[in-house]
């Protein structure tokens, strides 16, 4: 009988009625294998994050963005809400302050100590640092080298307002005399937009802004109460209706030969005929580039402490690894905002070269509101069409950024 017991229990334990050691663990969370994976929230370069994906072999990236369609930054907030929020996104200027409480502390990276001057004002709260400029732009003028070619002018000898003016007189002396006679479409020194935009909303008042705030928080924060550079804005306002006429578009006059000179992005200089020109500022130590900041990487604080460690890691190396080099400056086509790699284009060049002397103004105007700017751009469109004076100007100035 207790043979017959023992069988029986044996069957028991075969037949697997109890528990085996694979069961028992089986509802333990299993520990992750193979390489980190990080989500990257970007915009639509697919060419550009396909190449750094492929590169970067630290971790494995996965770069997505909003549907088509879909409002960006809508997109982001409920992605970030989501099951899948991302690792690492990709921030425009406008929306710092409305992310600003998804963003890490980035304070202790070491590429901080690198960026550029007035790159990081405007991620900046007390000692933390939440987001990394992403990519750089320098503004300045756009000018035709085979223009100032034909009439003897040195680029590099344009370093002063003085010269500028001078360089200007020139030119229009030379158009009223017919003397371009391989420019049969010249008619104007310098091109300003027709429509109200970038040039009147930011890239005009920020000459008299960038030499006394050092970004827009700053500005909101303080407010405008004095214009102190009121008589070097004129004068630069002056030149240009001085000189200038409207087009629809200056940068297609330019490349077209209709214009000189206009002030525009580094990025839409080609290198072969239309090159940069940093912009000598009346009262200023030196010509300079404004420079800004379109977008800015952050990393998640909801992530976990894996996922953070590599996005920090990924950024610190995404424009110093070598390894990236290629897909950043080419497929990217950006300027890196610091480390050694080299741009692609002659522009490019020309805006490294600018940051590395220190030859840069900080773009107060790139974090004002959409009424701000509009407002803006109307009262400096009233001044060059002479619609109205420059007291006017200056008056609706103190009126839009002073209260």
Same mark, same amino acid.
């Given at each position: 009988?207790?043979?017959?017991?023992?069988?029986?229990?044996?069957?028991?334990?075969?037949?697997?009625?109890?528990?085996?050691?694979?069961?028992?663990?089986?509802?333990?969370?299993?520990?992750?294998?193979?390489?980190?994976?990080?989500?990257?929230?970007?915009?639509?370069?697919?060419?550009?994050?396909?190449?750094?994906?492929?590169?970067?072999?630290?971790?494995?990236?996965?770069?997505?963005?909003?549907?088509?369609?879909?409002?960006?930054?809508?997109?982001?907030?409920?992605?970030?809400?989501?099951?899948?929020?991302?690792?690492?996104?990709?921030?425009?200027?406008?929306?710092?302050?409305?992310?600003?409480?998804?963003?890490? !502390?980035?304070?202790?990276?070491?590429?901080?100590?690198?960026?550029?001057?007035?790159?990081?004002?405007?991620?900046?709260?007390?000692?933390?640092?939440?987001?990394?400029?992403?990519?750089?732009?320098?503004?300045?003028?756009?000018?035709?080298?085979?223009?100032?070619?034909?009439?003897?002018?040195?680029?590099?000898?344009?370093?002063?307002?003085?010269?500028?003016?001078?360089?200007?007189?020139?030119?229009?002396?030379?158009?009223?005399?017919?003397?371009?006679?391989?420019?049969?479409?010249?008619?104007?020194?310098?091109?300003?937009?027709?429509?109200?935009?970038?040039?009147?909303?930011?890239?005009?008042?920020?000459?008299?802004?960038?030499?006394?705030?050092?970004?827009?928080?700053?500005?909101?924060?303080?407010?405008?109460?004095?214009?102190?550079?009121?008589?070097?804005?004129?004068?630069?306002? !002056?030149?240009?209706?001085?000189?200038?006429?409207?087009?629809?578009?200056?940068?297609?006059?330019?490349?077209?030969?209709?214009?000189?000179?206009?002030?525009?992005?580094?990025?839409?200089?080609?290198?072969?005929?239309?090159?940069?020109?940093?912009?000598?500022?009346?009262?200023?130590?030196?010509?300079?580039?404004?420079?800004?900041?379109?977008?800015?990487?952050?990393?998640?604080?909801?992530?976990?402490?894996?996922?953070?460690?590599?996005?920090?890691?990924?950024?610190?190396?995404?424009?110093?690894?070598?390894?990236?080099?290629?897909?950043?400056?080419?497929?990217?086509?950006?300027?890196?905002?610091?480390? !050694?790699?080299?741009?692609?284009?002659?522009?490019?060049?020309?805006?490294?070269?600018?940051?590395?002397?220190?030859?840069?103004?900080?773009?107060?105007?790139?974090?004002?509101?959409?009424?701000?700017?509009?407002?803006?751009?109307?009262?400096?469109?009233?001044?060059?069409?002479?619609?109205?004076?420059?007291?006017?100007?200056?008056?609706?100035?103190?009126?839009?950024?002073?209260?």
């Amino acid at each position: 009988m207790k043979r017959w017991i023992s069988l029986w229990m044996a069957l028991f334990l075969l037949c697997g009625c109890a528990p085996t050691g694979k069961e028992a663990s089986s509802s333990q969370k299993p520990l992750p294998e193979g390489p980190i994976h990080l989500l990257v929230w970007t915009d639509g370069e697919t060419d550009a994050w396909e190449a750094i994906a492929a590169a970067y072999t630290d971790c494995t990236l996965e770069f997505v963005k909003a549907r088509d369609g879909d409002e960006n930054s809508r997109a982001l907030r409920a992605a970030l809400a989501g099951k899948e929020a991302p690792d690492v996104f990709l921030l425009q200027a406008k929306d710092l302050a409305a992310f600003k409480a998804s963003c890490e !502390d980035l304070s202790a990276e070491n590429w901080v100590n690198n960026a550029p001057a007035g790159t990081m004002t405007e991620v900046q709260d007390g000692t933390m640092i939440f987001a990394m400029p992403a990519k750089i732009e320098g503004v300045g003028f756009l000018y035709r080298k085979d223009i100032f070619s034909a009439a003897g002018i040195n680029r590099e000898n344009i370093n002063s307002f003085s010269r500028l003016c001078d360089t200007a007189t020139l030119l229009a002396e030379r158009i009223r005399d017919g003397a371009f006679a391989d420019f049969k479409n010249l008619k104007s020194v310098f091109g300003i937009p027709q429509e109200i935009g970038e040039v009147a909303e930011k890239f005009l008042p920020n000459i008299a802004l960038s030499a006394q705030f050092d970004g827009t928080s700053r500005l909101l924060r303080e407010k405008l109460q004095e214009l102190e550079q009121s008589q070097a804005l004129k004068s630069f306002l !002056d030149l240009q209706k001085q000189y200038a006429c409207f087009e629809t578009d200056p940068v297609q006059a330019l490349k077209s030969g209709e214009v000189v000179m206009t002030l525009a992005s580094h990025t839409a200089a080609d290198g072969e005929t239309v090159g940069l020109m940093p912009v000598p500022v009346p009262d200023g130590a030196q010509d300079c580039l404004m420079l800004q900041v379109p977008q800015y990487w952050a990393v998640n604080a909801e992530a976990s402490a894996e996922n953070k460690k590599a996005a920090k890691k990924f950024l610190a190396a995404l424009y110093t690894d070598s390894a990236l080099e290629t897909a950043v400056v080419q497929d990217w086509g950006i300027v890196p905002p610091f480390g !050694d790699f080299e741009p692609e284009t002659e522009a490019g060049k020309e805006v490294r070269r600018c940051v590395l002397s220190g030859r840069t103004l900080p773009m107060v105007t790139d974090g004002l509101n959409e009424e701000q700017l509009s407002e803006i751009g109307q009262a400096v469109e009233g001044y060059l069409t002479d619609r109205e004076t420059f007291e006017q100007l200056t008056a609706q100035l103190l009126e839009i950024l002073g209260g």
